[in-house]
């Protein structure tokens, strides 16, 4: 008789542990739900900035970047209608090759927040996330959302 109440002191104390690891599961769980309007900001910023560091990024030492691209052309032109005409053409290619919805890709010290490059309306957006980038004189900001 001694044995079986030990038995089942010992199958009580399994359930025991086991709720209480079943619990600890539902409140990690439920603690790690994320919150969807938190995310769509946190994408839209991770997309800005990963997209202006690919812009403005480079392999290696020998490799050029396409901002710094960009500036020169610009700058050998002395802003002219023309480079400007073609640098908003290269930034238009480029800015569609990385499947961005929508966006608006401007230079904003020199050409006085001139955009180069935009998709969708920028009056119409609820969130709006911002980076921006320096090479020499030019600032450039890509704005998405």
């Known amino acids: 008789m001694?044995?079986?109440?030990?038995?089942?002191?010992v199958?009580?104390?399994i359930f025991a542990i086991i709720l209480l690891l079943f619990l600890f599961?539902?409140?990690?769980?439920?603690?790690?739900?994320?919150?969807?309007?938190?995310?769509?900001?946190?994408k839209n910023s991770?997309?800005?900035?990963?997209?202006m560091e690919?812009?403005?990024?480079?392999?290696?030492?020998?490799?050029?970047t396409f901002i710094g691209d960009i500036s020169e052309i610009l700058k050998e032109n002395d802003n002219s209608k023309e480079s400007v005409d073609k640098v908003s053409k290269?930034?238009?290619?480029?800015?569609?090759?990385?499947?961005?919805k929508n966006y608006r890709f401007s230079e904003t010290n020199v050409l006085d927040d001139e955009p180069l490059a935009s998709k969708g309306d920028i009056s119409k957006a609820k969130?709006?996330?911002?980076?921006?980038?320096?090479?020499?004189?030019?600032?450039y900001t890509l704005s998405v959302w």
């Open 127 to 139: 969130n709006v996330s911002v980076a921006m980038r320096t090479y020499g004189d030019y600032s």
């Open 54 to 64: 690919i812009l403005s990024g480079k392999i290696n030492f020998t490799d050029r």
């Open 46 to 51: 991770k997309t800005a900035q990963d997209t």
């Open 11 to 13: 199958i009580e104390a």
């Open 25 to 42: 599961l539902i409140f990690n769980y439920t603690v790690s739900i994320p919150n969807p309007t938190y995310s769509g900001e946190i």
């Open 90 to 100: 290269l930034c238009k290619d480029k800015l569609k090759s990385l499947n961005l």
């Open 2 to 9: 001694l044995d079986e109440k030990g038995n089942l002191f």
